[in-house]
């Protein structure tokens, strides 16, 4: 019963100086000595002083903050690519004097300085001097061909990730198995402009749409110079 009691008590004053400790984290400021001689337990290797141990975490979380920072950095430096990309879109697609050859520009630098595999745009009016692109289908806006799109295109909001084959179908054709991802940016009266991936990771759902929704917007500017 003795020795009972005895490693309840040392328990209990344990749990008191780890307390005390926690309410008063400069104590080791007053005491350096004792910080040196402390030895903290650890899950892999031999005992470090409390010290080495300190240094240990700092130096970690400078790595993970290394680590944020280049993140950050390498995110910035997409974002500065993609805006100037946008800004060449927008003053590629004002250039434009006619409907054909402002949708063209649109497609071309999708497909070139987007880097997208397989570039589509469903216009919902008809478009003189573009029969032979293979990258147009014309549609007017009640084609059953268009259900699947419904929503999307009532919506308004730009798409990302993985289309059901009855959608890769209508845009790709042919090609369709090739595509792996799209995106999809719906345009008010304009209709569709879609750009496919190979890459089944490239587009997303919950990836930024900023810039896609930008580009639309631009092209959809463009267009309305030619109502």
């Not at 328990?11 to 350096?32: D, M, T, Y």
């Not at 290797?45 to 390498?74: D, M, T, V």
């Not at 697609?93 to 570039?119: I, P």
Request: proline share 5%.
């Amino acid at each position: 019963m003795t020795m009972e009691f005895s490693e309840a008590t040392e328990k209990l004053g344990a749990h008191e100086v780890a307390a005390w400790l926690r309410r008063h984290p400069a104590f080791l400021q007053q005491f350096p000595d004792l910080a040196l001689t402390l030895v903290v337990p650890r899950d892999n290797g031999p005992a470090a002083s409390l010290a080495s141990y300190q240094l240990e975490i700092l130096r970690e979380k400078n790595r993970e903050l290394g680590k944020r920072l280049q993140e950050l950095f390498a995110n910035a430096q997409s974002n500065e690519r993609l805006a100037v990309r946008s800004h060449q879109l927008t003053l590629a697609l004002m250039k434009q004097g006619n409907t054909a050859d402002t949708l063209r520009a649109m497609a071309a630098t999708l497909a070139e300085e987007f880097q997208g595999d397989l570039v589509r745009i469903v216009s919902l009016r008809p478009v003189a001097g573009l029969d032979d692109a293979d990258w147009l289908l014309q549609l007017p806006e009640d084609s059953p061909r268009l259900a699947g799109f419904a929503d999307l295109l009532a919506a308004g909001e730009p798409v990302c990730g993985r289309l059901q084959p009855e959608k890769n179908a209508l845009l790709y054709g042919v090609r369709a198995e090739e595509v792996q991802s799209s995106a999809l940016l719906p345009l008010a009266g304009v209709g569709l402009v879609a750009v496919g991936s190979h890459d089944g990771s490239r587009f997303f759902p919950g990836m930024g749409t900023l810039f896609l929704r930008m580009m639309g917007e631009a092209l959809v500017v463009a267009l309305a110079r030619f109502d």
